[in-house]
């Protein structure tokens, strides 16, 4: 089934092995055959992903785009071990991410990858407003 994508301005698009990105303008193409791709949003680079989470993400974007992702599943289990030691509360994050790529589908596990990254930022912004000092009245 063919998939049409519409690109904003200046947005990447990684389809393959394959590097785009758009123009000055809004534009739209279909893709007719069977392809791995993602859209900038769903992209993170090795330099952006410094956090556990992104780091993990990092390691399902790896997974999705290589031809053989043994490598980057081995490190994605390392990687959600120690993360679930760490901050057990992440468990469920991880383990939906670990069906989807148990299954087969690496494509559904980047957007389960996406609630993880979701729920660390969320856990980062509590932590940033305790620690914040109390103002007097």
């Known amino acids: 089934m063919p998939l049409k994508i519409e690109l904003k301005p200046d947005e990447r698009l990684i389809i393959g092995n394959a590097a785009i990105r758009n123009g000055p303008r809004r534009a739209s193409f279909v893709i007719e055959t069977n392809t791995k791709f993602l859209r900038e949003t769903d992209i993170i ?10 780091q ?5 974007t790896v997974m999705y785009l290589a ?16 993360l679930m030691e760490a901050a057990p509360s992440m468990r469920p994050y991880i383990a939906a991410i670990y069906d989807q ?37």
Not at 71 to 80: D, G, K, T, Y
């Open 56 to 60: 993990l993400y990092f390691a399902l």
């Open 67 to 82: 031809d053989d992702p043994t490598l980057a599943e081995n490190s994605f289990v390392e990687q959600a071990n120690a």
């Open 101 to 137: 790529i148990q299954a087969g589908d690496l494509y559904r596990a980047l957007k389960r990858g996406k609630d993880l990254l979701a729920y660390e930022e969320k856990l980062r912004s509590l932590l940033d407003t305790a620690g914040e000092p109390a103002t007097a009245p």
């Open 45 to 54: 680079t090795a330099s952006e992903a410094d956090t556990p989470c992104k």
